[in-house]
């Protein structure tokens, strides 16, 4: 038996044990006194109804009272005699088959009841175990006994308790068989449970399968629900840590390169090799750096700030945006479609700014990557949302891991050229932003092309 089953069979036996120990002591001890008690109360109550009625009354309702309360009346008439009473009395009583070794109805009594009392006596008859409980009572001429037969209670109270021992032990042994079997039914899944928290302490996130309807069953539930939300938070934790080791890689090779060039084109300044364009390199390389930092704080500061939701026109920040990159693509000649279903407004609510922010940058990075000069971009009005697509022509192989295009220092270019590449921070700053508002977001790859897509939330101007 199990640690629980055991506390749960001595406990129950000792206070099993307890009870019955009481109840043995109290029939011993109170039993006999208490059924003594309630035989003389209603050898009184008999008695009081008597002394009520007239003597036409009494003599008429003997029978009917004895069968009434199990009792026995006799009476006679007052006599001098003592001795002649007492025989006359003994001999209605023995009719009446109460037979009795002991009774005597003294001279003393006599008085008492002359003088209107009543007077209880209770005769032990011996051998034959048991007493006669007589009351006394003079009604007109007559002497009145109302009596009953007592056992000695003493003997049944020792056969009861006798029983109740039986019974003590029978039901020890049921109790600890019930327990027994109902620790069990309640340890196994606790012992499930303990083993499944040993295992998470361990960081192995197991669930529990139990099913017992009880608060058994909920602790699991809580449990699976603590576990699965653990595994969760530590395969988060591992991945950050994981990418913040290829952040500080990525982050010392952005860093070193241009400080590199820096420090080689300043030595042939000071060497005298400067060809004229040596300071020009310096500055490009010190900009690289200083955009670097600001898409760094950018990015910091997005983790950092506040939510602050608006209501705004969707369409329109997004036609804003597109202004701003105007130049970029009448240079480069691109072919930029907007389809809107004709839709003129869509109003959502968001943080204009950082939506703004996500605009400018998958703005850039299709016009910096798309490979066949073409942008379409698209804005739905859905059950699920305000969807915004925009897709581009791509050089994306489809074996590369299409999610890593949200990791920081991420680029797709491979050489790394500033001019194409920009610091792979942008699309980080998009998935930063677009998980602070929590809306559905992603990536696609098909027949060359690549597209992005967000599900904004709508807010219908009221």
């Known amino acids: 038996m199990n640690k629980l089953g055991r506390k749960l069979s001595i406990s129950i036996s000792l206070a099993v044990i307890v009870i019955f120990s009481i109840s043995i002591l109290l029939t011993q001890s109170f039993l006999p006194k208490y059924y003594l008690y309630k035989t003389k109360e209603k050898v009184e109550q008999v008695s009081n109804e008597i002394i009520e009625m007239d003597k036409t009354t009494f003599i008429d309702s003997i029978e009917t009272i004895e069968n009434k309360y199990g009792i026995t009346i006799v009476y006679e008439p007052v006599s001098s005699n003592v001795d002649e009473l007492n025989k006359t009395i003994r001999n209605q009583l023995d009719q009446k088959r109460i037979t009795l070794?002991?009774?005597?109805?003294?001279?003393?009594?006599?008085?008492?009841?002359?003088?209107?009392?009543?007077?209880?006596?209770?005769?032990?008859?011996?051998?034959?175990?048991?007493?006669?409980?007589?009351?006394?009572?003079?009604?007109?001429?007559?002497?009145?006994?109302?009596?009953?037969?007592?056992?000695?209670?003493?003997?049944?109270?020792?056969?009861?308790?006798?029983?109740n021992l039986y019974m003590l032990g029978f039901s020890v042994v049921v109790i600890v068989m019930l327990v027994w079997l109902l620790s069990k039914k309640i340890t196994t899944p606790l012992k499930e449970l303990k083993d499944i928290s040993k295992d998470i302490s361990n960081l192995k996130f197991a669930t529990a399968h139990i099913k017992t309807n009880d608060e058994i069953e909920e602790l699991a539930t809580s449990i699976n629900v603590m576990s699965m939300k653990l595994n969760k938070a530590h395969q988060d934790l591992t991945r950050k840590n994981e990418n913040l080791k290829i952040v500080m890689s990525d982050l010392t090779h952005e860093v070193k390169t241009p400080l590199s060039l820096i420090k080689a084109y300043s030595i042939g300044i000071k060497d005298g090799l400067d060809d004229g364009t040596y300071i020009d390199t310096i500055v490009?390389?010190?900009?690289?750096?200083?955009?670097?930092?600001?898409?760094?704080?950018?990015?910091?500061?997005?983790?950092?700030?506040?939510?602050?939701?608006?209501?705004?026109?969707?369409?329109?920040?997004?036609?804003?945006?597109?202004?701003?990159?105007?130049?970029?693509?009448?240079?480069?000649?691109?072919?930029?479609?907007?389809?809107?279903?004709?839709?003129?407004?869509?109003?959502?609510?968001?943080?204009?700014?950082?939506?703004?922010?996500?605009?400018?940058?998958?703005?850039?990075?299709?016009?910096?990557?798309?490979?066949?000069?073409?942008?379409?971009?698209?804005?739905?009005?859905?059950?699920?949302?305000?969807?915004f697509r925009i897709k581009n022509g791509s050089n994306i192989q489809k074996t590369e891991k299409l999610e890593q295009i949200w990791e920081p220092f991420y680029v797709i270019e491979a050489s790394r050229n500033k001019k194409v590449s920009g610091t792979g921070l942008g699309l980080a700053i998009v998935k930063s932003i677009l998980n602070r508002h929590d809306f559905n977001h992603g990536v696609l790859m098909s027949d060359d092309q690549i597209e992005f897509y967000i599900y904004f939330e709508k807010n219908p101007i009221t």
């Open 101 to 163: 070794n002991k009774f005597w109805i003294t001279q003393e009594t006599l008085e008492k009841l002359a003088e209107g009392k009543k007077v209880n006596k209770l005769y032990n008859q011996g051998k034959l175990k048991s007493s006669f409980l007589a009351s006394f009572m003079q009604k007109d001429d007559m002497v009145v006994v109302v009596g009953i037969s007592i056992e000695h209670f003493s003997d049944t109270a020792i056969i009861v308790n006798e029983f």
């Open 284 to 387: 490009k390389q010190t900009d690289n750096i200083t955009n670097l930092i600001e898409d760094l704080l950018n990015f910091s500061k997005i983790e950092r700030d506040e939510i602050e939701k608006t209501t705004f026109d969707l369409i329109d920040l997004f036609h804003t945006g597109l202004v701003k990159h105007r130049i970029e693509i009448e240079t480069k000649k691109l072919d930029v479609t907007i389809v809107n279903d004709h839709l003129q407004e869509l109003f959502v609510l968001a943080d204009k700014d950082k939506i703004e922010m996500v605009f400018n940058n998958l703005i850039s990075n299709a016009i910096k990557y798309t490979a066949d000069d073409k942008i379409e971009v698209t804005f739905e009005d859905s059950k699920k949302g305000i969807l």
